[in-house]
């Protein structure tokens, strides 16, 4: 557009106008200025987001071996660590901005004036170690309640200030800021998990073993989960491609929504779980099948994996022919438990096998959690926003990537097997 002139109403909107529509008090200026990028917008936080990262990065280099307790200590201590002091240095601005959208700062003056000392004695925490499991839980419940402002605010569409940076940069509001908060969220939940779950994951001993290699031998077990993980890893991928022919409206893809992703999902629930469990009670010792089942986590878990996709596709043979689209939540929400269950999968072998096999179980059960955690979100506000749903499948197609391609490492169901958890110096 161009104007000669401007002119700045009651309310403090600016207004443009051309020669011949020129109101009575406008401003001369000659061109109005042309809107700023996107890019050039989030700039600040794309630089900040990189030196964190690779912050993360070298220090785990330093660190001497790959340790995600480690990454995601130093990941969450650097981020909150910046963020903070940047909302410090004019804090006065930051509570005006952020008392703007969050639920408890609307509330509580005092509240937003503490959120970025809260956030500098989080980031201490982490960068320390210190706080355990109460660290953990007190910083998920305060990522999650930023949370619910932030979407709030971004359903509205009304255009604020960020006061993610303070009031240092102009970022707005959008979702960016909310995958932010979402992020840091789902740290805190798997730093809660891996707490609660290493102790059972590292748990072993000799009697386990001994009854696990009734059924197979150690050959004959890494052999078959190289083939589970390709097969879980393969037909979740299988899954997704739908989700985005339904999503992009594929004429041809009905057929896949319909019909193929459902029996797929029930096809291979049942498999992991009814008829897994039959086979091996038929074909091999069934009072050691038994044992398994009841006594160790791991295939425990297996069993009820095989029920979650087992429910799924149940689910979406009945949403895609009678239209429920309530029912469109339990993928994802299968999924998400899913990649939690890999926090407190049991491993079986030598410490350093487990150490390894439990490294790689997070990281592709986080990715599980993340991409259905947006998928929720996606299917709850943001059906508009693609941003969500590109985020909802590159997680999940990277976590089921690692799920396919992932073969035991080398000491998997072997003895002897006396691991602990502080024997793995995690």
Known sequence: MNATFLKTDKDGLVHYYCDHHTPEGATRIGEAPKPESNLKKFLPLIVIFSSILLFTFLTSIFHGSFDITFSMRM????????????????????????????????????????????????????????????RDIFTFILMVVSTVGVIQKIREKEVIPCACLGMVFKIPMTWVTLIEDMLMALEAFFMTVMTLGLPLAYADNTTTLMQTLKIHTTAEWVQYSALGHWIVGGFIAFVFLTSILERFKVR???????????????????????????????????????????????????????????????????????????????VPAAIFLIGTVFFFHQQLGIVSSVAESMNWHMFFGAMLVIGATFRILDILFFEEQKWFFVIWIIAVLVGSGMMATYHEPEGSYQLPVNATISETNI
Do not use: C
């Open 75 to 134: 990941m969450m201590g650097s981020f909150f660590a910046v963020f903070g002091l940047f909302k410090v240095f004019n804090l006065k601005a930051f509570a005006d901005a952020y008392s703007t959208y969050d639920i408890l700062a609307k509330r509580s003056r005092a509240y937003a004036f503490t959120y970025p000392f809260l956030e500098l004695l989080i980031a201490t925490l982490y960068l320390t170690n210190t706080g355990g499991l109460y």
């Open 252 to 330: 041809w893809g009905t057929v896949f929504v319909k019909y193929i992703s459902p029996l797929v999902l029930i096809t291979l629930g049942l498999s992991m779980s009814i008829v897994d469990v039959i086979y091996h009670a038929i074909y091999s010792d069934s009072s050691a099948v038994w044992y398994l089942l009841t006594h160790i986590s791991q295939f425990g878990q297996h069993f009820l994996i095989g029920v979650l996709l087992f429910t799924a596709g149940i689910s979406e043979w009945i949403r895609t022919r009678r239209n429920k689209q309530i029912l469109s939540f339990v």
